[in-house]
């Protein structure tokens, strides 16, 4: 597992891990409102296929992002009672092998 790497589309997730080969995992951790807002508006959250990740997941406290606020596709971990919980799976294909955007 990797953090804080810059990539060339300027994205610096704070977590990228493989599962296995060419299967990457983002985590991108939020522990307030603002931050979270902000990331959103980032040119690699607009345009999705420039983003790291074939799967993708904000970590925040619990009830600090809502589930309909999410991207498309992204997961949603939270901080509760003082262990990480999977609340919404990612899709699995955010990222195809070539490093292209699969549907």
């Not at 980032?42 to 420039?50: A, D, G, N, S, T």
């Not at 309909?68 to 971990?77: A, D, I, K, S, Y």
């Not at 294909?93 to 549907?103: H, I, M, P, Y």
Request: glycine content about 10%.
């Amino acid at each position: 597992m990797l953090s804080e790497q810059a990539c060339v589309s300027g994205e610096m997730p704070d977590a990228i891990g493989w599962k296995r080969a060419c299967h990457s995992v983002l985590v991108e951790c939020k522990v307030t409102r603002s931050d979270f807002l902000a990331d959103r508006a980032k040119p690699f959250r607009l345009k999705p296929e420039q983003g790291v990740g074939c799967e993708r997941f904000y970590l925040a406290p619990d009830g600090l992002v809502r589930r309909e606020e999410l991207p498309g596709g992204w997961g949603l971990l939270e901080f509760r009672r003082g262990r990480i919980e999977s609340t919404h799976p990612s899709a699995k294909n955010l990222r195809g092998v070539t490093g292209s955007v699969t549907k």
